[in-house]
């Protein structure tokens, strides 16, 4: 199966580059690029991309969080990943909230970046190293909600990791992963992984 994705960085250098490192992977197919918001929901609606690889700042006119919030208005595809250098809290809650399903740092290794998109395609969240290590920081503080070990696994869930790959990660059952996925579900009051992100991410003041 190839995925066909599309580049949305007001930087033409930035594109080449992304162009070129994904152009490395047989299964990835960059079918469009473009370097505003307008011009990201327009090719997205002329190519239809399984992925769409968004940097937050485009310049004058649309930014990248609208031009999120837009495309997912539009349809509940294709899967979007924030690529982008800012990495504030506010800009992660918001992305989430429009509607990414990951959140990329330019300076990520080629492997996470193929991985994120391949994830995207199954339905995946994944974060950036950076971002997840710090929400962990901040989900591990005993007087929290979370248990430690719910903390973990929630940080591990925002790595993109399946079920068999975080029973591997902590040393435990599918089974045992999936009862820690319940705990966590009911005292975040969701029922979805994406929805525990966002919610947790909320709930430690990431705004």
Excluded: W
Aim: with cysteine; hydrophobic share 45%; charged share 25%.
């Amino acid at each position: 199966m190839t995925i066909s994705v599309l580049l949305v960085d007001d930087h033409l250098v930035v594109r080449t580059g992304l162009r070129a490192l994904l152009g490395t992977q047989l299964d990835l197919d960059v079918i469009a690029e473009a370097a505003s918001g307008e011009e990201a929901l327009a090719a997205a609606e002329r190519c239809s991309p399984d992925v769409v690889m968004m940097d937050l700042a485009l310049g004058a006119g649309m930014d990248g969080i609208e031009a999120i919030r837009q495309l997912r208005r539009r349809s509940p595809q294709p899967a979007i990943l924030v690529f982008t250098t800012y990495d504030s809290d506010a800009d992660i809650v918001r992305a989430v909230d429009a509607g990414a399903m990951g959140y990329l740092l330019k300076d990520a290794d080629p492997e996470e970046i193929f991985g994120a998109i391949r994830g995207a395609i199954q339905g995946r969240s994944f974060m950036s190293a950076p971002v997840a290590s710090r929400l962990f920081q901040q989900l591990r503080n005993p007087d929290e909600v979370l248990t430690p070990r719910e903390a973990e696994l929630l940080s591990l869930l925002i790595e993109g990791l399946s079920n068999r790959e975080l029973g591997k990660r902590l040393f435990i059952s599918e089974a045992t992963v999936k009862t820690h996925l319940a705990h966590i579900y009911a005292k975040l009051g969701v029922d979805t992984r994406g929805a525990a992100i966002t919610t947790a991410l909320r709930r430690e003041g990431m705004r």
